[in-house]
Structure formats: C-alpha cells, structure tokens
C-alpha cells in the first residue's frame, strides 16, 4: 500500500495542524451536512495533479463516509509522493463532535 492508516480513536494524536491537515474527501454536500472539526473538503474527484495549495512537508489525514473512497484518495496523494494517512471505517468510526 505506501501509507498507513489509523482508527478513528487515534485521531487526536494527529491534530496538530503546523504537521497535519485533516481532510475530507467525500462531496462538498456531504461534507458541509456534518464532517470532523477541522477538516478541509477536498472531492475524491478534485484530486488530479499537480494540486496546488497542497504543501509536501505536511502528512495528509483522509477519511470519508466509510473508509474505502478514502483509501483510494491515499494512494493517489502516495502515489504523487505526499505523505498520508487513512482514518479506517471513515466518519462512521467517528466518535467525537461533528461540525455542520
């Protein structure tokens, strides 16, 4: 695979934002109904390269609905030579507080 993935418990030991971006890859619909804090919106469909605004020096932590869409956006960014991480089971491993 490339990259690792995390369970969603994990999540606090990646929310320092100067290291890690959270990410959101599912539609902008679904992302503004409810996501985790912090997390930006970036459509599994938006990610072609080069993608600006993305900075290498920082590890991308990705989710969606369930785990799979996500798992393929992670390969795509590994694959340009970003650093990511996949959260397992997505926004339904989710225990925490949701932002809408």
Known sequence: MGF???PAKDLKKY???SLYVLVDVR???QYW???IPGAIN???ESIVFPMSGLDRRKTYVLYC???????LAAR????????VLSIIGG???YQGPLAR
């Open 4 to 6: 690792d993935t995390i």
């Open 15 to 17: 929310s320092d934002r």
């Open 27 to 29: 539609q902008p619909s």
């Open 33 to 35: 109904q409810e996501h």
């Open 42 to 44: 970036i459509p599994y």
């Open 65 to 71: 609905d369930r785990g799979a869409t996500s798992l």
């Open 76 to 83: 795509k960014l590994h694959e340009a030579g970003y650093n």
């Open 91 to 93: 926004l339904g491993a």
